[in-house]
Nanobody, 122 residues
Framework: HVQLVESGGGSVQAGGSLRLSCKRSGPKYGGRCMGWTRQAPGKEREGVASIDTDGNTKYADSVKDRFIISRDNAKNTVALQMNGLKPEDTDVYYC?????????????????WGEGTQVTVS
């Protein structure tokens, strides 16, 4: 089965940058579309960015022009470069993968999830 392992979270001051990385292992059909979501305690999980195998991307309006999602199909990795971070970006960020080929920001359409990595912006 597909496994996802995130890395790169941490604490940063407002205006700073962080880069999250996710390593995918397992069948390739389980990761045609990859994405990042985030969730704060007591809130619903929110789609942040998504990318398909052709490199087509989608972003939440709240992160557009600040975050960049990318993937390396040869290395089975997906990254999220986060610039201009704001305190409201503080959340646990989860890497996600799905069988479908179309990028989506809807968390319920993802099948596989990582354990999450904390991002704190002060």
């Amino acid at each position: 089965h597909v496994q996802l392992v995130e890395s790169g979270g941490g604490s940063v001051q407002a205006g700073g940058s962080l880069r999250l990385s996710c390593k995918r292992s397992g069948p390739k059909y389980g990761g045609r579309c990859m994405g990042w979501t985030r969730q704060a305690p007591g809130k619903e999980r929110e789609g942040v960015a998504s990318i398909d195998t052709d490199g087509n991307t989608k972003y939440a309006d709240s992160v557009k022009d600040r975050f960049i999602i990318s993937r390396d199909n040869a290395k089975n990795t997906v990254a999220l470069q986060m610039n201009g971070l704001k305190p409201e970006d503080t959340d646990v960020y989860y890497c996600a993968a799905r069988f479908g080929i179309i990028a989506t920001l809807i968390p319920g359409r993802y099948t596989y999830w990582g354990e999450g990595t904390q991002v704190t912006v002060s």
